[in-house]
């Protein structure tokens, strides 16, 4: 029978008296300076494993293929989606590169996007995410507030971003994150409050270090209503931040703008001829501070875009060309029922010169169709009918006044 004495690591030959501690197996030993070399040796090749299986899940196509991709949900925005693109492309190319200590290290793009209510900026982070196979989350910015108020905290972001990718923080630390209604956290005065500005400034404020990229302690399930739980560190230098604003007004602060740098005798007509429809397409990070950005979040957001206003003839497309048209989708919801689904031509155009009418908007339309078909949708999955043909006259029968004037208020 072998001595205590005369024990030793099976791996290294340390004998016990060597050792702080000796763990005895079946018919071997291992001492604690091989347990904690193996760990370390454990630890990298799982850490690297993680890296490799996200680069593998990773889609990166070049800024084309990416607008390419984009062209098939999305009708127009032809100078967003290619800004998108180059963004997205270039952020992604960050996170593949190899490390390097001599290497130059490439900044994040964050992007900020103008627009109307209604112009697809939610669907263009939307269809991006669905394309990289990246977790997303959007997050609505005017529930937050600063820490210690009634609301949620900047934290609840990542919160939101950890559930889109199943509590893996590798995986979120890819992510997108699509922060809604930015505008509405714009600072209310031209000078700097003293005081304590809930949801305005102090909001703007605490998002910068989530924009810039720091390690963050994040509640799993939102810290109000579970203090207890344990936080988790989520690092957001690799965070793919998109921000969303409808900016209400601040075509006011362009077209001021413009209108000073068109004074003078040397102002030509026609090179200085301002397209007033569109006015967004004019913006800089200059009006954005005008109209209550902090300048430190507008450098943290450096590439700025807009959403052109949809007009009939984009609605009248947006209906029935992209791949997931809103035409389409009730084809297939009828065509579930054995019913084959058919819409005049002359039924699309007064569905769109309503929604033009009433400033629905792309979300209009999908209103004015649920408003034309719900009774169809109601009756025919208990009928023998096969067949279910959409005229301008059936449409106009049951787009009622009332029913026209409940869409318009509701929008």
Not at 298 to 306: A, D, E, H, N, Q
């Amino acid at each position: 029978m072998t001595k205590e004495k005369d024990l030793e690591c099976s791996f290294c030959g340390r004998k016990k008296v060597e050792t702080d501690l000796l763990i005895a197996g079946i018919e071997a030993h291992i001492c604690d300076k091989c347990i904690e070399q193996a760990h370390g040796i454990v630890r990298e090749e799982i850490s690297e494993s993680k890296t490799n299986t996200l680069s593998s899940e990773l889609i990166l196509k070049k800024p084309k293929e990416i607008k390419a991709f984009l062209d098939q949900y999305i009708i127009g925005q032809d100078q967003t989606k290619k800004s998108m693109s180059v963004a997205v492309y270039n952020h992604y190319k960050r996170l593949l590169q190899t490390k390097d200590e001599n290497d130059v290290e490439i900044e994040k793009s964050n992007i900020i996007l103008v627009g109307e209510t209604g112009t697809g900026k939610t669907l263009v982070a939307k269809t991006i995410a669905k394309m990289l196979n990246v977790p997303f989350a959007i997050v609505d910015a005017t529930v937050l507030t600063q820490a210690g108020y009634v609301g949620e905290d900047v934290e609840s972001i990542l919160s939101r971003l950890l559930q889109a990718s199943d509590y893996d923080v590798a995986k979120a630390e890819r992510g997108i994150v699509f922060i809604d209604e930015i505008d509405k956290i714009a600072r209310k005065g031209d000078n700097p409050s003293i005081t304590r500005d809930v949801s305005g400034e102090g909001v703007q404020q605490a998002l910068l270090k989530l924009l810039e990229g720091a390690q963050v302690n994040v509640a799993p399930k939102g810290g109000r209503k579970h203090p207890d739980q344990k936080f988790i560190e989520v690092d957001t230098k690799n965070i793919l931040f998109i921000a969303g604003g409808a900016f209400s007004g601040i075509q006011r602060t362009i077209s001021k703008r413009l209108n000073m740098q068109a004074v003078g005798f040397s102002a030509s007509i026609e090179e200085d001829k301002i397209d007033e429809d569109n006015l967004l397409q004019y913006i800089i990070p200059a009006d954005l501070k005008e109209f209550g950005l902090i300048p430190e979040i507008i450098g943290r957001l450096p590439v700025l875009s807009y959403m052109n206003p949809l007009d009939a003839i984009t609605l009248r497309s947006i209906l029935t060309e992209p791949k997931n048209s809103i035409i389409k989708q009730y084809t297939k919801l009828f065509g579930m029922d054995d019913v084959e689904f058919i819409i005049d031509n002359e039924a699309l155009d007064y569905i769109v010169e309503k929604a033009v009418e009433y400033k629905l908007g792309a979300r209009g339309l999908r209103s004015l169709c649920e408003a034309i078909l719900t009774d169809a949708m109601f009756e025919l999955p208990s009928t023998e009918e096969r067949e279910f043909k959409v005229t301008k006259e059936y449409a106009a029968a049951k787009l009622t006044n009332s029913t026209l004037k409940k869409l318009r208020a509701a929008s």
